[in-house]
């Protein structure tokens, strides 16, 4: 009868190890899922920048500094082989294409030309689409980490090394604030 008992126990714990770490596997394969959806749309804005910058050089040739630093932030985002990297080079790219925007502010014949206009529509649309990504990413994250830190799942987490994944969330204070657009 103890035998019984024990074994029962046993297979009961063994169950719930196979179900708590496919658990795991389903929340992070959803986890590599949402991100890759999210890279696509990010492939898609990177392929836009350069024709939108292009576009900018021609009315805004003295504003170079900025142009640059819109292709070096998108390089930086798209070359990043990380979660974490992706995520740093994406908060950069996200406040370095807000200045590019409050520049066209400063040029009324940039901000008519219908080029512009269309890439800026084109790209306003993919954030859209990064956007609604990105929440997707962060609420399977949020439920993996939620359950990975949860007792008693968080026995099976640490046994089999499931690592807590990053949010995609804004980065710095600065990236928080509004752009200032100047004259």
């Known amino acids: 009868m103890v035998f019984a008992i024990v074994g029962g126990i046993l297979v009961l714990l063994i169950i719930w190890i196979i179900a708590s770490y496919n658990g795991f596997v389903k929340l992070k394969n959803s986890i590599e899922e949402a991100f890759s959806t999210m890279d696509v749309y990010l492939k898609k804005r990177y392929d836009l920048i350069p024709n939108l910058v292009e576009t900018v050089k021609g009315y805004a040739s003295h504003e170079k500094d900025t142009l640059e630093?819109?292709?070096?932030?998108?390089?930086?985002?798209?070359?990043?082989?990380?979660?974490?990297?992706?995520?740093?080079?994406?908060?950069?790219?996200?406040?370095?294409?807000?200045?590019?925007?409050?520049?066209?502010?400063?040029?009324?014949?940039?901000?008519?030309?219908?080029?512009?206009?269309?890439?800026?529509?084109?790209?306003?649309?993919?954030?859209?689409?990064?956007?609604?990504?990105?929440?997707?990413?962060n609420a399977v994250v949020k439920t993996y980490n939620t359950k990975r830190e949860m007792f008693p799942s968080s026995i099976i987490a640490g046994l089999f090394h499931f690592d807590k994944k990053p949010l995609f969330e804004v980065g710095s204070e600065q990236e928080r604030e509004n752009v200032k657009v100047q004259f």
């Open 69 to 137: 630093r819109v292709i070096a932030a998108r390089n930086a985002a798209a070359s990043a082989t990380t979660m974490e990297g992706r995520i740093e080079g994406e908060n950069a790219l996200q406040g370095v294409l807000k200045n590019l925007f409050a520049l066209a502010e400063a040029y009324p014949d940039l901000k008519a030309n219908t080029n512009f206009l269309e890439l800026q529509g084109e790209l306003r649309r993919m954030e859209e689409e990064i956007a609604n990504a990105r929440k997707y990413y």
